[in-house]
Protein backbone atom coordinates (compact mmCIF):
# COMPACT_ATOMS: atom_id res chain seq x y z
CA UNK A 1 0.00 0.00 0.00
CA UNK A 2 0.88 3.39 -1.13
CA UNK A 3 1.15 6.22 1.42
CA UNK A 4 1.66 9.78 0.47
CA UNK A 5 2.22 12.90 3.41
CA UNK A 6 2.13 16.09 2.29
CA UNK A 7 3.54 18.96 4.31
CA UNK A 8 4.55 22.86 3.99
CA UNK A 9 0.82 24.33 3.70
CA UNK A 10 0.68 27.17 5.54
CA UNK A 11 -0.69 31.31 5.45
CA UNK A 12 1.03 33.36 3.29
CA UNK A 13 0.70 36.92 1.92
CA UNK A 14 0.49 37.34 -1.49
CA UNK A 15 3.78 37.12 -3.45
CA UNK A 16 5.06 34.98 -0.85
CA UNK A 17 6.11 31.79 -1.66
CA UNK A 18 6.00 28.27 0.00
CA UNK A 19 7.60 24.77 -0.92
CA UNK A 20 5.30 21.68 -0.25
CA UNK A 21 6.66 18.05 0.19
CA UNK A 22 5.15 14.80 -0.20
CA UNK A 23 6.78 11.79 1.05
CA UNK A 24 5.53 8.62 -0.16
CA UNK A 25 6.39 5.26 1.37
CA UNK A 26 6.74 3.17 -1.21
CA UNK A 27 9.47 0.59 -2.45
CA UNK A 28 10.60 1.56 -5.53
CA UNK A 29 9.64 6.02 -5.76
CA UNK A 30 11.35 5.86 -8.94
CA UNK A 31 8.82 3.74 -10.49
CA UNK A 32 5.73 6.55 -9.73
CA UNK A 33 4.88 9.06 -11.59
CA UNK A 34 3.71 12.07 -9.29
CA UNK A 35 1.72 15.13 -9.49
CA UNK A 36 0.05 17.78 -7.73
CA UNK A 37 -3.76 18.68 -7.81
CA UNK A 38 -5.91 21.77 -5.70
CA UNK A 39 -8.96 22.06 -4.21
CA UNK A 40 -10.57 25.31 -3.55
CA UNK A 41 -13.86 25.74 -1.56
CA UNK A 42 -16.68 24.98 -3.64
CA UNK A 43 -14.76 23.66 -6.20
CA UNK A 44 -13.50 21.05 -8.32
CA UNK A 45 -10.12 19.84 -8.05
CA UNK A 46 -8.14 21.00 -10.89
CA UNK A 47 -4.62 19.56 -11.89
CA UNK A 48 -1.53 21.78 -10.93
CA UNK A 49 1.82 19.99 -11.87
CA UNK A 50 3.31 17.15 -12.69
CA UNK A 51 6.22 15.12 -12.93
CA UNK A 52 7.47 11.65 -14.93
CA UNK A 53 8.43 8.71 -13.36
CA UNK A 54 12.63 9.52 -14.68
CA UNK A 55 11.86 13.35 -13.53
CA UNK A 56 12.85 14.22 -17.01
CA UNK A 57 9.27 15.23 -18.40
CA UNK A 58 7.36 17.92 -16.41
CA UNK A 59 3.90 19.54 -17.12
CA UNK A 60 2.09 23.19 -15.59
CA UNK A 61 -1.27 24.34 -15.44
CA UNK A 62 -1.65 27.52 -17.31
CA UNK A 63 -2.36 29.08 -14.15
CA UNK A 64 0.78 28.51 -12.51
CA UNK A 65 3.46 28.11 -15.23
CA UNK A 66 6.56 30.15 -14.43
CA UNK A 67 5.38 30.64 -10.65
CA UNK A 68 5.61 26.98 -9.59
CA UNK A 69 8.19 24.50 -10.00
CA UNK A 70 7.83 20.36 -9.42
CA UNK A 71 11.03 18.04 -7.94
CA UNK A 72 11.41 14.94 -6.72
CA UNK A 73 14.17 13.50 -4.89
CA UNK A 74 14.14 9.77 -5.54
CA UNK A 75 17.07 9.62 -2.46
CA UNK A 76 14.06 10.99 0.05
CA UNK A 77 10.95 9.39 -1.70
CA UNK A 78 10.06 12.81 -1.80
CA UNK A 79 8.19 15.04 -4.41
CA UNK A 80 8.20 18.71 -4.17
CA UNK A 81 6.19 22.02 -5.54
CA UNK A 82 7.78 25.47 -4.97
CA UNK A 83 5.70 27.83 -5.32
CA UNK A 84 6.45 31.68 -5.85
CA UNK A 85 4.62 34.85 -6.08
CA UNK A 86 1.42 33.14 -4.77
CA UNK A 87 -1.61 35.13 -5.75
CA UNK A 88 -4.96 35.01 -3.07
CA UNK A 89 -6.44 32.61 -6.35
CA UNK A 90 -3.91 29.84 -5.33
CA UNK A 91 -5.63 29.55 -2.03
CA UNK A 92 -6.80 25.45 -1.86
CA UNK A 93 -6.29 22.35 -0.13
CA UNK A 94 -3.32 21.11 -2.13
CA UNK A 95 -3.37 17.02 -2.87
CA UNK A 96 -0.08 14.90 -3.87
CA UNK A 97 -0.50 12.09 -6.22
CA UNK A 98 1.48 8.81 -7.31
CA UNK A 99 0.83 6.37 -10.45
CA UNK A 100 3.03 3.32 -11.32
CA UNK A 101 4.56 4.23 -14.30
CA UNK A 102 7.52 2.25 -15.63
CA UNK A 103 9.35 2.07 -18.72
CA UNK A 104 9.98 4.68 -21.84
CA UNK A 105 5.99 4.27 -23.11
CA UNK A 106 4.98 5.65 -19.72
CA UNK A 107 7.56 8.16 -19.38
CA UNK A 108 5.64 11.28 -19.37
CA UNK A 109 3.47 13.74 -16.74
CA UNK A 110 0.27 12.67 -16.08
CA UNK A 111 -2.35 15.89 -15.71
CA UNK A 112 -5.99 13.92 -15.29
CA UNK A 113 -6.93 13.30 -12.18
CA UNK A 114 -8.32 9.81 -13.15
CA UNK A 115 -4.63 8.42 -13.91
CA UNK A 116 -3.68 8.45 -10.33
CA UNK A 117 -3.68 5.25 -7.88
CA UNK A 118 -2.53 7.02 -5.08
CA UNK A 119 -3.47 10.34 -3.20
CA UNK A 120 -2.55 11.83 -0.04
CA UNK A 121 -4.59 13.41 2.32
CA UNK A 122 -4.28 17.21 1.63
CA UNK A 123 -2.40 20.48 2.68
CA UNK A 124 -3.70 23.82 3.13
CA UNK A 125 -2.49 26.70 1.48
CA UNK A 126 -3.94 30.22 2.08
CA UNK A 127 -2.71 33.24 0.45
CA UNK A 128 -3.93 36.38 1.80
CA UNK A 129 -4.34 39.79 -0.12
Known amino acids: QVQLVESGGGLVQAGAALRLSCAAS????????MGWFRQAPGKERDFVAAISWSGGRSAYADSVKGRFTISRDSAKNTVYLQMNSLKPEDTAVYYC??????????????????????WGQGTQVTVSS
Open 97 to 118: AAVFSFGPATDYPKIRDYEYQY
Open 26 to 33: VGTFSSYA
